[in-house]
């Protein structure tokens, strides 16, 4: 993270610190108006969004070797086999940070004046990002802290919530974000909303916020495919919000850039610096699992071995080939089988664009990792999987066959968004005749309603979530237990390919933060096994079939 970007995580956690403690006395005797007494909604909205991205995307780094969106060219990777870092680390710690640091009080002071001052729409975007930050913290760690985060400043530890509870407060947050979005302000804040300093995602369009609060709640009803009751009740939840959000991918959920300086430049780009100083030709290597479902094994059959083309236009958008001979030319595709490390050398691409990873090779910009990209938060095209997902376990097989069609295409219009608009080298938009060829491949897409199946549409979906929606990916593989029937390129992990405390089982929920969970709040900890060596393999609630 470069220091500009550190300088603000700083300063917003150390403004949640001052508020834990009790300590007023600096906003209490401050007088000068260029740092205010009171914060100011529109003064910290832009903030807050940034850290949406921040937070998630340092956690993505090790997540994304769980799901095997990529993996690091080294041997017996931890996160590759399931396991978590040695005690004291921090590592997949940030979207805790980002919840109740980052976020958390800062959302609350943007609620507290926008009520007060009937700043309606900068209060219903706060409750938005709020929703969306407490459903990311719980999906990612479990049981987490609710009713006394921010309730008592005095407070050092707080005790944690089931997480069914959390769900339920999701919901009463997402109903007030509604609530307020659609309240109108007694004064016009569309100037500044839209402004530089203002709404980094919809440019203050309450609409569009709407769509992504109503996106979100289709998610978090989608997750809970294995309670008893789903069918009869969740699954109508799924389609009424589905159809409630986005319309098409023109509306997506991202966090833009401009990419004028490493301070405005997306933070999965190469200027913010927070790859290179990680990459030394190790972390971030294509997988066999994305390169499997891009050469004919989205169906589960037999992907092609060391292809240089593939039916699917999105093989050449989204990975990089190798390079061959002088001057060099491009060669065949490479993915690492996961916890195995790079088998020759120098001879996997890194996801990022660079053909061998070596840090003194040209960054090309590959798909979503360009400074000007945008950081994607939430999809049409995910959500329409989630549809069809939903629609098939009701027995909707056309219905969850049109959603599925419609999911496959509208991704192939977000490759074009998003490489094209990043700048990304050698993004040359799909064309239709590409999309279409594709489509009528059965042995890539379902052709019929009859020969559908769950695991066509999740491939699908791991293939458009893929490089962005880690979190919801996770969510996926969790509430299918990680089955090979429906994910049929993840690699399956056996014997001593599992980390050595796992006991042979996979990873459900990571740890908190250890800087204050397991440094302050040990106690609560250990109420809910988190001192247990094998805490990461305990399954979390919303992929149980327990109400």
């Known amino acids: 993270m470069n220091t500009i970007r550190k300088n603000i995580s700083v300063l917003l956690f150390m403004m949640a610190l001052l508020t834990f403690s009790g300590c007023k006395k600096f906003l209490d005797i401050n007088k000068n108006p260029s740092n205010p007494q009171e914060p100011k909604a529109e003064i910290?909205?832009?903030?807050?969004?940034?850290?949406?991205?921040?937070?998630?995307?340092?956690?993505?780094?090790?997540?994304?070797?769980?799901?095997?969106?990529?993996?690091?060219?080294?041997?017996?990777?931890?996160?590759?086999?399931?396991g978590m870092p040695g005690s004291g680390s921090d590592v997949t710690g940030v979207v805790w940070r980002m919840n109740y640091a980052d976020l958390g009080l800062n959302l609350e002071a943007i609620i507290e004046d926008g009520i007060a001052n009937k700043k309606?729409?900068?209060?219903?975007i706060a409750y938005a990002i709020k929703a969306w930050s407490f459903q990311m913290t719980t999906d990612m760690y479990g049981e987490i802290i609710l009713d006394e985060a921010f309730t008592d400043p005095n407070k050092l530890t707080f005790r944690y919530q089931y997480q069914r509870d959390v769900y339920e407060r999701v919901r009463e947050w997402s109903n007030l974000a509604i609530k307020y979005l659609e309240m109108k302000s007694p004064?016009?804040?569309?100037?500044?909303?839209?402004?530089?300093?203002?709404?980094?995602?919809?440019?203050?369009?309450?609409?569009?916020?709407?769509?992504?609060?109503?996106?979100?709640?289709a998610l978090h009803y989608g997750h809970l495919i294995n309670k008893p009751n789903f069918s009869s009740t969740y699954a109508d939840s799924v389609l009424k919000y589905v159809d409630l959000s986005f319309a098409s991918p023109a509306e997506d959920a991202t966090v833009k850039f401009t990419a004028s300086n490493s301070d405005?430049?997306?933070?999965?780009?190469?200027?913010?610096?927070?790859?290179?100083?990680?990459?030394?030709?190790?972390n971030a290597r294509i997988s066999s699992t994305i390169l499997a479902l891009l050469t004919g094994g989205a169906r589960g059959g037999i992907p092609a071995t060391d292809p240089m083309t593939s039916l699917d236009p999105r093989l050449s958008r989204l990975l990089t080939a190798t390079v061959t001979g002088t001057?060099?030319?491009?060669?065949?595709?490479?993915?690492?089988?996961?916890?195995?490390?790079?088998?020759?050398?120098?001879?996997?691409?890194?996801?990022?664009?660079?053909?061998?990873?070596?840090?003194?090779?040209?960054?090309?910009?590959?798909?979503?990792?360009?400074?000007?990209?945008?950081?994607?938060?939430?999809?049409?095209?995910?959500?329409?999987?989630?549809?069809?997902?939903?629609?098939?376990?009701k027995g909707d097989k056309p219905g969850a066959l049109a959603a599925y069609h419609n999911g496959i295409r509208s991704h192939m219009t977000f490759v074009n968004l998003y490489g094209k608009a990043g700048g990304s080298t050698g993004n040359i938009p799909i064309t239709t005749t590409e999309t279409e060829l594709y489509m009528a491949s059965p042995v890539d897409v379902a052709?019929?309603?009859?020969?559908?199946?769950?695991?066509?549409?999740?491939?699908?979906?791991?293939i458009a979530q893929w490089g962005w929606a880690g979190l919801e990916q996770w969510c996926d593989l969790r509430k299918y237990h990680y089955s090979q029937d429906v994910f049929t390129q993840y690699y399956q992990l056996s014997g001593s390919e599992f980390a050595t405390n796992n006991n042979g089982k996979y990873c459900y929920r990571f740890r908190p933060r250890f800087n204050s969970e397991y440094a302050w709040n040990r106690k609560e900890l250990e109420k809910w096994g988190g001192l247990e060596p094998?805490?990461?393999?305990?399954?979390?609630?919303?992929s149980t079939d327990k109400e």
């Open 120 to 124: 309606y729409e900068y209060v219903g």
């Open 447 to 462: 052709q019929t309603a009859a020969t559908l199946t769950i695991s066509d549409i999740m491939n699908q979906k791991y």
């Open 187 to 217: 004064l016009d804040y569309s100037a500044a909303l839209a402004g530089p300093s203002g709404d980094y995602m919809y440019r203050g369009d309450v609409n569009k916020w709407k769509k992504f609060v109503y996106g979100n709640l």
């Open 264 to 282: 405005d430049s997306n933070v999965f780009g190469p200027a913010t610096g927070d790859f290179f100083s990680t990459l030394n030709a190790n």
């Open 44 to 82: 910290m909205i832009s903030r807050a969004i940034f850290q949406m991205a921040n937070g998630t995307s340092q956690d993505y780094m090790q997540l994304f070797k769980v799901i095997q969106f990529w993996t690091s060219a080294v041997k017996d990777d931890t996160f590759e086999k399931h």
């Open 534 to 542: 094998d805490y990461n393999t305990k399954e979390t609630w919303f």
């Open 327 to 393: 001057p060099p030319t491009p060669g065949v595709y490479k993915g690492n089988v996961p916890t195995k490390g790079t088998v020759a050398p120098g001879t996997t691409p890194h996801v990022f664009g660079l053909a061998t990873g070596v840090a003194t090779e040209p960054y090309l910009g590959k798909y979503l990792f360009s400074n000007k990209g945008e950081y994607v938060l939430m999809s049409y095209s995910q959500l329409q999987f989630v549809k069809a997902e939903t629609l098939f376990i």
